[in-house]
């Protein structure tokens, strides 16, 4: 299986833009999913595929793909965007799915 | 409405069999395109994916867990069980049951999950 590996933690002040970073060799075959997990609380989904974000989830969050890195940023973070963020893709076999390491976000 | 929910023991002592269900409602498993996975987080952890059933019965096992790990499907009842051997200390974590959609091609998501089951394993 491959790993996917991220920043353990980013800060952003209040209306800034932020990068997350996703590295993995799997993601230069398959498109990752982006989660936000708040503490005690489910992760929930809120960027996958090419350019795809679910309902509900504001558009300051987009994602891009380049080579084995996929990113999510969020444009003029807010305070509720305070959260862990994961990545998810598929493994090098395609049968397998993988979680990244995390990245905390701290907004200022 | 697509719900879940995850279903168990909260203890399980070392060398037990751990059994969880869970039960969703809004899609049906039988419908093409339709998996639900297994996903853990033990605590101040990141996610791990465990386990992966499809609307056609295909499983899919993470490779490092594959010999303790069992998934089954009950389509009549919307239930979904996993069942996880030998129970150790580090199996300790919050198991989830999510949503998978677009398993089979560039890109897979996890739309919708349950809140999820604190499982601690101790003596």
């Known amino acids: 299986s491959s790993e996917l590996t991220q920043d353990p933690a980013v800060s952003v002040a209040l209306g800034q833009t932020v990068r997350i970073t996703c590295q993995g060799d799997?993601?230069?075959?398959?498109?990752a999913s982006w989660y936000q997990q708040k503490p005690g609380q489910a992760p929930v989904l809120v960027f996958y595929?090419?350019?795809k974000r679910p309902s509900g989830i504001p558009d300051r969050f987009s994602g891009s793909t380049s080579g084995n890195t996929a990113s999510l940023t969020i444009t003029g973070a807010q305070a509720e965007d305070e959260a862990d963020y994961y990545c998810?893709?598929?493994?090098?076999?395609?049968?397998?799915?993988?979680f990244g390491t995390g990245t905390k976000v701290t907004v200022l | 409405q697509v719900t879940l929910r995850e279903s168990g023991p909260a203890l399980v002592k070392p060398t037990q069999t751990l059994t969880l269900t869970c039960t969703f409602s809004?899609?049906?498993?039988?419908?093409?395109?339709?998996?639900v996975s297994w996903i853990r987080q033990p605590p101040g952890k990141a996610l791990e994916w465990l386990a992966l059933?499809?609307?056609?019965?295909?499983?899919y096992y993470n490779p490092s867990l594959k010999t303790k790990l069992s998934v089954s499907k009950d389509t009549s009842k919307n239930q979904v069980v996993l069942t996880m051997t030998n129970m150790d200390p580090v199996d300790t974590a919050t198991y989830y049951c999510?949503?998978?959609?677009?398993?089979?091609?560039?890109?897979?998501?996890?739309?919708?999950w349950g809140q999820g089951t604190l499982v601690t394993v101790s003596s």
């Open positions: 059933i499809d609307w056609d019965d295909d499983k």
């Open positions: 999510a949503r998978t959609m677009g398993a089979y091609g560039d890109y897979n998501f996890f739309d919708y």
């Open positions: 998810n893709s598929r493994d090098s076999s395609g049968d397998h799915h993988v």
């Open positions: 809004g899609f049906s498993l039988s419908t093409s395109g339709m998996c």
């Open positions: 799997s993601l230069r075959n398959y498109y």
């Open positions: 595929a090419k350019n």
